[in-house]
């Protein structure tokens, strides 16, 4: 298929390299530590017991902080997504992450400066997808550790994003004169995503039980369902119901923006069972501000969408 004249404009943007942006801070063995944490892993050292950055940790370094678009001085103010707003002009608006690829030359240290460079790597012929028409487009970020002074930057690593910018395949048609004129009908509630790992829960909701995935092998209780044990990696399983009986974990209370078909505010709740497994789920039957960590609740089944749809849902009961 020939290809559409603007594209030009995109195609000499490949191989352009975009300016650096540096690591606010050195790399540190505070970071390391919280990271680690968070991923649930070891801190790794050296054989002399020194502290080493975890190498998929290389990202994190040059990121900006809680405020967006924040780099540190001397970083470039270039957009290395130029070729992205030029094919979404066309109205390849969406956007989808395709794949990342982390590669390392080296472990790096505490006390490195980091910076990275952006390359516009390639940009695909059209494609359709299930998605939808669009590029393949893949940038590719080189991560350099500054020298000390006459030395040589050197190259620690490199991350690989490609994305899928695409025209999607079935776009909301406008609607049609005559249903404007219809009362608008009820929004249905999203409903979930069932896969043969899922569908007992939702047919137990159904049936008016809560029901928690087992573990044949070992007996671990786990939730949310998945296909194999993360304790002994058995893909035996089978149920056991729960009492429906737990405690607020955590919750928040959503306010805005106001999405139908919710009541606002909106509590949300992570309950923890009195089995141990924890789910999320509606509170219902309490005012917002009564909802406390600790509280006791009970399970609920609620029907929606015209019966179609059944959820367990919380209300608070008694200590
Ligand atoms: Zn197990």
């Known amino acids: 298929m020939a290809e559409p004249e603007w594209m030009q404009e995109v195609r000499a943007l490949v191989g352009k390299e975009y300016g650096r942006v540096y690591a606010w801070d050195p790399v540190n063995a505070p970071m390391i530590r919280q ?47 130029e070729a992205l707003k030029l094919i979404e002009a066309q109205g390849f608006a969406s956007v989808v992450a395709v794949n990342s690829e982390l590669s390392f030359e080296r472990y790096v240290r505490e006390g490195e400066k980091l910076y990275y460079t952006t390359r516009l790597d390639s940009v695909g012929e059209q494609k359709t997808t299930g998605l ?97 044990c993360p304790h002994c990696h058995s893909f035996d399983w089978d149920t056991v119901e729960a009492s429906g009986l737990g405690t607020v974990y955590s919750f928040v209370v959503m306010h805005y923006p106001e999405v139908p078909p919710f009541e606002y505010p909106n509590p949300v709740g992570l309950i923890e069972l009195d089995e141990g497994t924890r789910l999320v ?19 609920e089944f609620n029907a929606f969408n015209d019966g179609e749809l059944v959820l367990p849902q919380f209300r608070p009961v008694a200590p």
């Open 132 to 228: 939808g028409t669009g590029y393949f487009v893949t940038l590719i970020m080189s991560y350099f550790s500054i020298a000390a002074a006459g030395g040589q930057d050197e190259k620690v690593g490199e991350l690989l994003f490609r994305v899928f910018k695409f025209r999607p395949a079935n776009p909301v048609k406008p609607a049609a004169k005559a249903d404007a004129a219809a009362a608008p009908k009820a929004i249905p509630r999203s409903a979930p995503g069932i896969s043969d790992d899922t569908r007992f829960f939702w047919d137990g909701a159904r049936a008016g039980k809560l029901l928690i995935q087992r573990c044949k092998g070992c007996g671990t209780l786990r939730h949310p369902p998945g296909p194999v």
């Open 281 to 299: 789920a509606q509170i219902v039957g309490a005012k917002s501000g009564d909802i406390q960590i600790g509280q006791r609740v009970k399970v």
């Open 35 to 81: 990271w680690c944490e968070l991923m649930g892993t070891e801190v790794p050292t050296d054989e002399a017991g020194k502290v080493l950055a975890p190498p998929a940790m290389l990202q994190v370094w040059c990121m900006e902080g809680p405020v967006p678009n924040n780099y540190p001085p001397g970083s470039t103010t270039e957009n290395p997504y």
